[in-house]
Every structure is written in structure tokens, then in C-alpha cells.
């Protein structure tokens, strides 16, 4: 497969994280989060993810992508170290804040952050829907939706966490096509968020496709995909497990790269490999304690679209 352009809409190159001082497995979350591991030991969770956020800023860091790393000292946002759930930015100059179902997790939205987005990037507007929260209409960012910034296709798995009202006031806004599936795991439950089944890539996609239920919309997705000129990858559940959809396309010094977890990695095949690395290099980042709060790697990171203040 001929890679694209080295620049990609896809790949930013600039993205924000947040190291927690006070990390946790959120119980409030672990109804409809099946991918939550239950702390039943004595290890120190804080400081095992504190360290493996420093360490995964650091290797991103190497690759040349820029990284905005926020502190978060709170007791009381478990989940902090999530910043793609509460906001996201786009091409243009804008800036979209979401509606968080867990009381919890409304805590995480910091104005530092936005204020310092407006400081170094031209950021036009910034769009807020957390007004939408006292009337249960939830949409927690890119974990709901898995943005096709090419194909302006923003791809929704049902669950209480993405709401199709505000779904669609999103895509209104920002010039997306919603296109909504159900998905469940091996055991029928709902998948809760669409990031942990679904990365899309400048040339390949990522798709748990044995989780979404219909098969027709199955295929519909992967023509889609095929029709913009991107490889789909096929997804076991056993890999949607290990989270090896939740990974994210980034820009670095020398190319595109994609960023996963250490655990998402060894889930792959030796195939699937060698589609990813025709386009883009593999960055592993050891994150096993994060993942115990039932995300990866995509889940830490929230790309930056916008265009820098000269």
C-alpha cells in the first residue's frame, strides 16, 4: 500500500495528556465499563500510573509529536487521566466540550486547559454541551465517537453514554456524518464506548467487526472504509480485549505513527503487523495500570487539530 502525504487531517501532531496524582479504578463508571479490572490487591495504583503516563509522554516526546502535559492533583476525578472524553478539538479553530454521564467524571473539564489551547492556537469558538447533562443526553467525546476527519464520518456505537440527540447536534456543528451501529462483547453487554473497538488511521482501519451486531451495517462500514482507500483491519474480540482498538494515528518527526498499548500490541498478528507498518510505525507504550480502568492508550490522549499562533 502507497502511504499517503506525510501530513494527514487524521494524524495531529500535537496532543494533551493529563498525569494523575491520584489514580484509581472508578467505581461509579463499572456498570457499563466491562473492561474495568477490580483493584483487589495492595499495589499503589496512583504511582505505578503516574509513571507510566511520565514514561509514555517521554517516548511520544522522542517520536517529535508535541505534548502538552497536564497535572491533575485531585482526590476526587479517578478517571482524569482520560482527556479525550471531555474535550475535543477541530480543524478551523474549535474547540467541542462534552456531556459526561458519571458525576465523577464532569469533574475532570479544566478551563487551564482550554485557556492554554487558546493561548497557543488559534481557536475560533469553543462549543459546550455540557449544558445537555441535567436531561441525561450524554456524549462522551472521542470515546463515543471514532472521527473520520477525512470522510467527515463520525462512527457511534450505541450505549447510555452516546446519546443519538446530542450525537447529532455534534454532527450538525462540526459537519460530520453520523453513522450509529450496536455492538456487544462476547458476553452481551453493551460495548460502552466506540474508541475501544475502532481506530481509524490515514490508511487502514481497526474494527472489532465480530462485536457489531448487524450485519449489514457490519459491511456497510467496512465499504466505507474500502471506498475511501483504507485497508480494514479485522478485529477478534480476544484483541478487543487486550485493546488493541483503542489506539490513535499520530504525526511524528519522521512520519506517521501509531500509538497503542504494549498489551494491544502482543493481541496482534504478525499480518495484521505488517499492514500497520506499511503506513506507519509502531509505538508501544506500557500502560497496564491505566488499562485496569477499563481504557488504553487512544483513551489518554486528545489530538490537537488546530493550527498554531504564529
Known sequence: ?????????????????????????NTETAGDNRFQVTNDDNSDLSSLAYAEITRAAGLLQEQGITVHLFEDEGSETPDSVFPNNWFS?????????????????????RSDI??????????????????????????????????????????????DRTNPIALERFCTRFCFEPMVFSAKDVSGFDVYHTNVLMCVATDFAMVGLDLITDWGRRREIVNRFERAGRQVIGLT??????????????????????????????????????????????????????????????????????????
Open 1 to 25: 500500500m502507497a502511504p499517503r502525504s506525510d501530513f494527514s487531517a487524521q494524524a495531529p501532531s500535537v496532543v494533551v495528556m493529563v498525569r494523575p496524582h491520584h489514580f484509581t479504578v
Open 89 to 109: 478539538t477541530h480543524a478551523g479553530g474549535y474547540v467541542a466540550i462534552y456531556p459526561m454521564k458519571a458525576l465523577s467524571r464532569r469533574r475532570e473539564r
Open 114 to 159: 482550554i485557556e492554554m489551547l487558546k493561548s497557543r492556537y488559534r481557536v475560533r469558538e469553543v462549543i459546550d454541551y455540557s449544558g445537555l447533562e441535567p436531561d441525561g443526553l450524554f456524549l462522551e467525546g472521542t470515546g463515543s465517537m471514532v472521527l473520520d476527519h477525512i470522510g467527515r464520518i463520525a462512527y457511534a456505537v450505541r450505549s
Open 237 to 310: 474480540n480476544a484483541q478487543v480485549e487486550r485493546f488493541a482498538g483503542n489506539a490513535i494515528e499520530l504525526r511524528g518527526k519522521n512520519g506517521r505513527v501509531l500509538a497503542l498499548s504494549t498489551s494491544a500490541l502482543l493481541a496482534l498478528t504478525t499480518k495484521q503487523i505488517d499492514i500497520i507498518s506499511q503506513t506507519a510505525r509502531l509505538l508501544p507504550l506500557a500502560i497496564p495500570t491505566v488499562e485496569r480502568a477499563g481504557g488504553s492508550v487512544r483513551c489518554t490522549i486528545t489530538g490537537v487539530h488546530l493550527a498554531p499562533r504564529d
